[in-house]
């Protein structure tokens, strides 16, 4: 356990609401609680019993301030492992300000962002991937994304990364014997098997990253073609909501519009754009500018194409560029006659064509989910199959790797034992960092910095 002085904070949103919580935690945190705290049975807070609701006021010089419920929870079993207070108010601003000033008039100094959280790392109780999870299950917006966080919070990850440094620390122990012993015949060879299983261990920890890099930040699809080819039908058919301007006349988008929505769990940022094409006036030529930006931010493009029109030049250009990236081709308006047959566009370079009506719905959910899945390479991913992970962890599982492969590459050419336990010892560092161990002041602030001050 590590001393530090008592610190209090708002817990919950500021602004009207049917309670507002305002918490403190540290060695102090129950003696002032006592000192603004007037219970309406007989007790002190000091010798309650832990994890107990007491009701009772908020005084200040003898004059109430609110009606109040008071949790006490003793070290260790907290959040934090220290004295924990939680004083439910009635929900408005003025109330937990109030009762948040009395108690930092009282001794309390007021909790830095995610200060909670990090003393709960710093005593123990839980991991540093731990602590990102209770941030993820903060942010989580989608159901998968909750699911997901919940179970990097019960300790997932840390489970795996635990059995990957036990396995690395036994490789290493092998090679000290031949480091130690010289003189035994023994050579790092046949340890080359159990290093590469390693490193395919941390390829899979880096595939699953890259999976929930997708559920946790969510995918970026564009919506080009020529001007009046359905859009913006598109875009409102997907978002079940009249979002974009529809009208008979080419060319009514003149500027990007952007909604967010949940596909099987994933949150998909729809970007519909103006017509592209040679523009003819200074305002669609910005519209056009804007809409080939979105494509260069985008993580996958929706081709669109008028099935009741004959094949332009415009289309044609369109199929043939080099986009760089996961494109869908949908033929819209499979509601009227077709104009061109699909073998005219199967050399395109679009695997994957869907033939929709935007206007009456036909195909449509068909095409959301080949959203998600062209991304994902295999459909949605179960739970289990991926992590939630940052750029800072993925960077480490990437560096573990690059280690390994070292090791491993060390052992084929031949090396002293002494630089393959090197690399395997950076392989161990790098994944301990994972774990919080050996982590900077200045990196364990950045990540505590992203929570709110009441968590």
């Known amino acids: 356990m590590i001393e530090f002085d008592t610190i209090a904070a708002i817990s919950t949103p500021l602004g009207e609401g049917g309670i507002g919580i305002v918490r403190m935690s540290g060695p102090r945190a129950i003696e002032i609680a006592e000192r603004i705290f007037r219970p309406s049975a007989r007790i002190r807070l000091s010798r ?111 489970d795996e990364v635990e059995s ?3 396995r690395i620390a036994d490789v290493l122990a092998d090679i000290e014997v031949v480091i130690d012993y010289p003189d035994v015949d023994a050579e790092t060879r046949p340890l080359l098997p159990a290093i590469r299983e390693l490193r395919e261990a941390v390829g899979r920890l880096i595939q699953q990253a890259a999976r929930g890099r997708v559920v946790r930040e969510g995918l970026t699809a564009v919506i080009i073609g020529r001007p009046n080819v359905g859009k913006s039908t598109l875009l409102n058919a997907i978002l079940a909501e009249e979002r974009a301007i529809v009208t008979p006349i080419p060319g009514t988008t003149r500027d990007t519009v952007e909604e967010v929505v949940e596909i099987d769990g994933i949150p998909v940022r729809l970007i519909d754009t103006a017509g592209l094409r040679a523009p003819t006036d200074a305002v669609e030529e910005e519209g056009v500018r804007r809409a080939r930006r979105a494509i260069e931010r985008a993580d996958m493009i929706l081709l669109m194409l008028d099935r009741s029109s004959p094949l332009t030049e415009e289309d044609r250009r369109l199929l043939s560029s080099d986009w760089d990236r996961p494109v869908l081709l949908v033929l819209n308006k499979s509601d009227l006659p077709p104009a061109f047959e699909k073998g005219e566009i199967e050399s395109s370079s679009c695997p994957k064509v869907y033939e929709i009506s935007a206007k009456n719905g036909e195909g449509v959910d068909e095409l959301a989910r080949g959203i998600v899945d062209s991304v994902l390479t295999g459909g949605v991913p179960a739970r289990g199959t991926f992590l939630l992970l940052d750029a800072w962890e993925r960077d480490l599982l990437h560096r573990t790797a690059e280690a390994l492969d070292r090791a491993a590459g060390a052992v084929e050419s031949g090396a002293s034992p002494d630089v393959v336990a090197e690399e395997l010892k950076a392989a161990y560092l790098e994944a301990g960092k994972l774990q919080g161990i050996d982590v900077s002041e200045d990196v364990l602030g950045k990540i505590f910095s992203r929570f709110c001050v009441g968590k």
């Open 164 to 166: 990957l440094r036990d």
């Open 48 to 158: 309650v019993p832990t994890h107990s609701l007491h009701h009772g006021f908020i005084v200040a010089d003898d004059r109430m301030i609110d009606e109040v419920l008071v949790s006490v929870m003793h070290a260790p079993r907290t959040y934090t492992r220290e004295d924990i207070v939680e004083i439910n108010c009635h929900g408005g601003i003025a109330a937990v300000r109030a009762v948040l000033d009395l108690l930092l008039r009282n001794g309390a100094r007021l909790a830095e962002r995610g200060e909670f959280t990090k003393r709960a790392f710093l005593n123990g109780r839980i991991s540093l991937d731990q602590a990102q999870a209770v941030l993820d299950t903060v942010r989580a917006q989608t159901r998968l994304g909750l699911e997901a966080a919940v179970e990097r919070l019960g300790g997932r990850f840390k």
